[in-house]
């Protein structure tokens, strides 16, 4: 008797997506706007150990609103363990072209990534001043010391547009595991959002390269035996619920655009902005 080698998939998917229906998702984001005045932009930051894919997200979602391959974050290749993203900086998504051309009213930031030890990666304090609406455009990461109020890219005022409103926390789903003492940098961080009320959310990357039947068919996302316990075992060391994990696969090495790739991003976008919002409307 021939023994046929256990599923990887479940029967049935244990979350729902609409799977091609982009364009009503896309016309949600086109058409959000803060209903507060002091805030133009929804600002979302990013955080993560180092090679989770918090750049090529920012860049993924740039290329689904503007409908075309596009890369206005850096992202590094990976070639070192070191983190490519050194400076805090906005990236904002163009609409249009041209002199036309409007902002998205959800901009993105990413800070250096979290790394082990103490002298490497950012600093968890700086998260929190990030939060905080505290570091300015373009201030470089000390991995050693955190901003102080003495330093002349230290914010003293930070109005509501200068704050964060969604946190979100990004992690590979093709990582073996998360060493103990960048968890521990993690939790700490999840504990100073909390604190501060706003909304924490976790995207999974590189399902496809994690999983044989998502890289097969990404529709299989959610039948994933795999990701299913990656996921749950993220909820459980970061702290963050299970609702509030998006899976996604990032656009790397495609010169076009895919629509189940697109359904992914738009869906986890969605929550984004409606987590955001509720913040906003605290403030």
């Not at 960048?182 to 961080?189: A, D, E, Q, S, T």
């Not at 929550?271 to 906003?280: A, K, Q, T």
Request: one cysteine or more.
């Amino acid at each position: 008797m021939v023994e046929t080698a256990p599923s990887l998939a479940l029967d049935e998917p244990w979350r729902t997506v609409s799977w091609g229906n982009n364009q009503e998702a896309l016309q949600y984001v086109q058409e959000y706007k803060p209903e507060d005045n002091s805030v133009k932009h929804l600002r979302v930051l990013l955080y993560g150990p180092v090679g989770s894919g918090k750049s090529s997200f920012i860049s993924s979602v740039s290329s689904v609103l503007r409908g075309r391959i596009a890369i206005p974050a850096a992202a590094s290749a990976m070639t070192s363990d070191r983190s490519f993203t050194t400076r805090y900086q906005t990236h904002k998504i163009k609409e249009g072209r041209g002199n036309s051309a409007t902002v998205y009213p959800v901009v993105f930031n990413d800070v250096m990534g979290l790394e082990e030890g103490t002298d490497s990666g950012v600093h968890p304090d700086d998260i929190k001043l990030a939060m905080e609406g505290h570091v300015k455009e373009g201030h470089l990461f000390n991995p050693v010391a955190p901003l102080s109020e003495k330093h002349p890219e230290y914010n003293p005022t930070p109005s509501a547009e200068d704050k964060v409103h969604v946190l979100v926390c990004v992690l590979s789903a093709n990582a073996s595991e998360i060493k103990d003492s960048v968890l521990k940098k993690m939790y700490r961080v999840r504990q100073m959002a909390s604190d501060l009320g706003i909304p924490h959310v976790m995207i999974v990357t590189k399902i496809d390269e994690a999983c044989p039947e998502t890289e097969k068919d990404l529709k299989n996302v959610y039948k994933s035996k795999y990701l299913k316990k990656k996921m749950e075992e993220y909820s459980s060391e970061v702290g963050i619920p299970v609702n509030c994990i998006f899976p996604v696969k990032n656009y790397h090495s495609e010169i076009n655009l895919k629509l189940d790739v697109d359904t992914l991003i738009l869906s986890a976008l969605k929550y984004i902005i409606d987590f955001g919002d509720d913040f906003i409307e605290k403030l």
